[in-house]
């Protein structure tokens, strides 16, 4: 097609985020269910994560508003509603089978929230998910398109995974992934990256303890990746 | 056993397909109180079926009439002979809201103004074929028996192996060859008002199988008399063909209404230096104006010298004396249609009003005669739809769409709406109506 627009780009950029904003969100709690298992009020860890206050009852409010809550800006249903959202006005960009996955996604997260046993319910939307990344990857031709959703998809990741204290190596390779995505964006385009705020970041992550130390810098400069720089003459 | 009920139970059962639509996101937008909400257009597997006798007198007499509406569109936009020779009186064009004097003497490449044109068929249940109105704006619903079918062949695909039915997939491929005979030069491109348009999953599904950009105002530009798509690097790439989904009144706010955000400066300038080929043209309301339907099968004599193949839906209009007489006479067993309005409004049945209210409508009949048509009440065939796993019967209608190209051409398919309620005639999705499939067959 070779032509995108801002719009487009920006709507693109955002599909890549909330769709791994959901995908590691109902992840993260469906390991956090499994942790409050026989734990009162054992969500602590996870709000803390995100700076977020406690606002629920007990761990089952927790889990429904974090999951099911349309009006929870935090909760795994925001988020695939904002993908889809993006996702809907782009389908002749994505597919309407790439985009028939976020519809079937939230079709079964809303019968999910119909039955007693979340953790189970959840596992097909995984599944779900894993097809609509290879689906994009099956009907986008252009690469800059793609390339446009991924570094979206692995800058939320790696935000995510920081902020939720992941491995450095688990962060490492998915820094590695960003650059490589990074790389690939033509200049003069939205989403080139400010050398100032990757170098800091190159800084951070290039090793463990820099990383434990200044994990909070690295998020903070992830947020102002594309910020275009001041040119001094 | 009539061929439409030995096809009752040809297809799957309607959760399926209904499930399939819902994953593939079929839907449309409808406001109600001002607040926008998407709605899944409900699909019934009991298909229409057209015979191949049948389908092949509806596509002659559709083509008849496209082409003599598209004659009539390029006469009236130039020396307007057809006013002169006293066919159509002139109160009929200049005070049809869709005249647009902007548009005297454009002349759209290849001369064509109705590329695509949604005309809107009953059948009587003597078998006989009425036009109801004619399209030639931004005639929507090819999509949804697009992707139904698409659909209907995963959910039953024993039906498709044992019926003659010619396939209809192909209608992005006819659409496309339609817009590539107009552009002027550049990529193809879909203009939508946004999301929360009814009709923004057709846009973008005909965009994603057109291979067109989808596009909203502010993407576009003109420069120099040439339209552009504006890109996210900075750059700029030229459109050759809009296949505009917005009312012409919105679309240039240097031409049309100043107060329209959704509309592109200076386009009707790049459309008349002849550098983008807008689809369908702007100014083409004139001749579907519900007033002017009345006019076509005289049209179709004086353009063509031809007798009309497919029949009006016998029509009066108040503005002539003696329809006045009739109308007046027979008023609680018509159907008055307004002809400013569309989409099933402003369309009332006579049969319906109270004394009181009868004689309230006389009055505005009286008053303003060019506003309204009447119309006999045609008792057109009730289609099987199974609801609650019962086969009930409501009044449908069919959209057919004539894509005017090279030549001129007709879908071998079309949008079959029904009602669903048992008492009404009105079958438009906005007023909770459903579709079907209509299957053409080749033999």
């Known amino acids: 097609m070779g032509t995108i627009s801002l719009e487009h780009s920006d709507r693109l950029y955002w599909l890549g985020r909330y769709t791994e904003r959901f995908f590691t969100t109902i992840k993260a709690l469906s390991k956090q269910f499994d942790k409050m298992i026989g734990t009162a009020h054992s969500y602590n860890d996870y709000l803390d994560c995100f700076g977020l206050p406690d606002t629920y009852m007990d761990n089952k409010d927790f889990i429904r508003s974090l999951l099911f809550d349309e009006n929870n800006a935090h909760s795994a249903a925001y988020s695939l509603e904002r993908a889809y959202d993006n996702g809907i006005v782009l389908r002749e960009e994505i597919s309407t089978d790439s985009l028939s996955f976020l519809q079937m996604a939230k079709d079964t997260l809303t019968k999910a929230g119909k039955i007693d046993n979340v953790r189970l319910a959840l596992l097909p939307l995984e599944d779900i998910i894993y097809s609509f990344w290879g689906s994009i990857n099956e009907h986008i031709f252009d690469d800059e398109i793609r390339n446009i959703i991924y570094i979206g998809k692995t800058l939320e990741r790696l935000d995510l995974y920081i902020r939720m204290k992941y491995p450095f190596d688990i962060v490492e390779k998915e820094f590695v992934r960003l650059c490589k ?53 | 056993m009539t061929q439409q009920t030995q096809f009752t139970k040809a297809v799957g059962n309607a959760s399926e397909i209904n499930e399939l639509l819902r994953r593939y996101g079929v839907k449309f937008g409808i406001y109600k109180n001002g607040v926008f909400n998407e709605q899944f257009f409900p699909f019934d597997p009991i298909p229409r079926v057209i015979s191949a006798e049948d389908f092949q007198s509806i596509e002659k007499g559709l083509v008849q009439r496209v082409n ?62 009425y036009i109801l109105e004619d399209n030639l704006r931004i005639p929507s619903g090819a999509s949804y028996p697009l992707i139904a079918r698409d659909l209907t062949r995963i959910a039953a695909p024993q039906a498709f192996e044992e019926n003659p039915i010619i396939d209809n997939r192909g209608y992005a491929e006819l659409l496309k060859e339609t817009m590539e005979h107009v552009n002027c030069g550049g990529a193809r491109a879909i203009l939508t008002p946004g999301r929360y348009n009814a009709a923004y999953f057709e846009h973008s599904y005909l965009a994603e199988h057109t291979g067109s950009v989808l596009v909203q105002n502010d993407e576009l530009f003109v420069e120099d008399n040439i339209l552009y798509h ?16 917005i009312a012409d009144e919105y679309l240039d706010p240097l031409t049309f209404l100043p107060e329209s955000l959704i509309g592109i400066p200076n386009l009707m300038e790049a459309y008349r230096s002849g550098n983008v080929g807008i689809i369908n043209a702007p100014g083409n309301g004139v001749a579907d104006d519900k007033g002017i339907y009345y006019f076509v099968p005289k049209m179709i004599k004086y353009y063509l010298g031809e007798e009309p193949i497919l029949k009006n839906a016998p029509t009066y209009l108040p503005f002539y004396e003696e329809d006045m007489k009739y109308v007046m006479e027979h008023l609680d067993t018509l159907v008055i249609k307004d002809v400013a309005e569309a989409g099933g409004y402003g369309v009332v049945f006579g049969s319906d009003l109270t004394k009181e209210k009868l004689e309230e409508f006389r009055k505005t009949i009286i008053a303003e005669p060019r506003r309204f048509i009447a119309q006999e009440v045609i008792d057109f065939l009730d289609l099987p739809i199974l609801e609650n796993g019962e086969t009930v019967m409501r009044k449908a209608d069919l959209r057919a769409f004539v894509l005017s190209g090279e030549t001129t051409k007709v879908w071998a398919s079309g949008l079959t709406r029904f009602s669903r309620n048992p008492d009404s005639f009105v079958v438009n999705s906005s007023q909770g109506g459903g579709f079907k499939d209509t299957w053409v067959l080749s033999r």
């Open chain 1, 181 to 233: 995505n990074l790389n690939r964006v033509p200049k003069g385009t939205p989403y080139r990256y400010s050398t100032k705020h990757l170098s800091v970041l190159v800084e951070i992550l290039g090793s463990e303890e820099d990383y434990k130390r200044e994990a909070d810098r690295a998020v903070d400069s992830l947020g102002h990746l594309f910020e275009t720089e001041e040119v001094f003459v």
């Open chain 2, 68 to 129: 003599a509406l598209n004659e009539f569109l390029f006469d009236i936009y130039h020396e307007k002979k057809i006013v002169r020779d006293g066919i159509i009186p002139e109160d009929f064009i200049y005070i049809s809201k869709g005249y647009l004097a902007e548009c005297e003497g454009i002349t759209p490449k290849n001369k064509v103004y109705s590329h695509i044109s949604g005309i809107d068929l009953v059948q009587a249940k003597d078998g006989e074929w």
């Open chain 2, 230 to 245: 504006r890109t996210y690097s900075g750059g700029k790439t030229r459109i050759g063909v809009l296949y505009r989904r």
